[in-house]
């Protein structure tokens, strides 16, 4: 016998215990926590995940998650379609809108270049976001990926790529180059000095910006 | 403008938002992993949740979850038929299959008693435990309730309702009580004394057993 009085019950725990981070016993407190709601609300439960993969589509610009072709964001006529933020994936853009201090597009890479787990250029969005600058009309890239040693590839993988459609010789581009900026390191707001690790703290004395008391 | 990019998505988060522990950030999260995921494994992971509500029943004896009218436990000819392991719910019934240590059959209560939340002994399955138990055939049940207020009222409950089977005066009852008994209370197997509760410790001095070396 399994250890489940029930079959359906057990599939339900096992589909749930999938998930990153949840556990068979969290699981199973889960389901049965499903199994007290009503019909409606379980049936609500499981159409939401059965029409997740099928009716959710990627913006064909940013490739942000959308409902339609073009995503909230980039369907806008409010942001500034000049200024492109190049995040790693949805939560990302999620928490710079969180901030309220953006106002531009953004381009989601899905991902960061990362050898150790063969992701390369390819599996990621790099070379529509270079089509999107070549087209010219950008006036700034601001570079928002995790500040790793991967972030830190891509970061400048994606800066060398710029650089390359404007050639700096030869006739002169009809686009130009947009300003790349990459978002600041330093300090978190609300840190204290003492247990801020030596790199951050020695970059935030190295890129000390001028105060304006 | 919604905080998500896509109806889709803020629907699913919903969703598992709505589990007791499930924050929106980790609902997010784990929506993005299923996005991640196959057509099928997606598709999987939905029609669980469709099938849980309409498929699972509960055993017509001991009120278990079942796939059939009968559990497997209640439907076993291995088991003992005559002792009636009362618990509080579903998973206790699965926590006390997983010691090993018992082989008789069930009564899932669905609850105890509790004032305070409005449950009552009509909302939970004591009458049908009654039933059982007046027809005989029992020869023990054992009280394995959580050691909470609540579980003590209901033990205490079900304790006299069982007496009032057997009435002991008038015409001999037709069928003999059954011994009741309680599951064993006191300090946590690899628990250091200094760190057991006052309560646990006086009782597990007071029920001390015979040592048998």
Redesign the interface.
Known sequence: ?S???????E??V??LA?????GRR?A????????R?S?QD???????????????IY?RVCH????SEL???CS?TRRDHSTICVVE???D??SI??TGQYNGVYHVLGGVISPMEGIGPKELEIDSLIERISKGDIAEVILALPTTMEGDTTNFYIYRRIQNVFPVTGNPSPVTLPKISQIARGVAVGNQLEYTDEITLGRSIVNRTEFKG
Chains 1, 2 share one sequence.
Not at 3 to 9: E, F, K, M, N, T
Not at 18 to 22: I, N, T, W, Y
Not at 28 to 35: A, S, T
Not at 64 to 67: G, H, L, P, Y
């Open positions: 016998m250890d489940y009085p029930s079959i359906v019950l599939q339900a096992n589909q999938s998930l990153p981070g949840v969290t199973l407190r889960l389901v049965l926590h499903l199994l709601q019909d379980v049936e609500a439960f499981a159409s939401a995940f059965a029409r997740l993969k099928k009716e959710i913006c942000n998650i959308s409902d995503c909230p964001i806008s994936n949805v939560q853009v999620m809108e969180n």
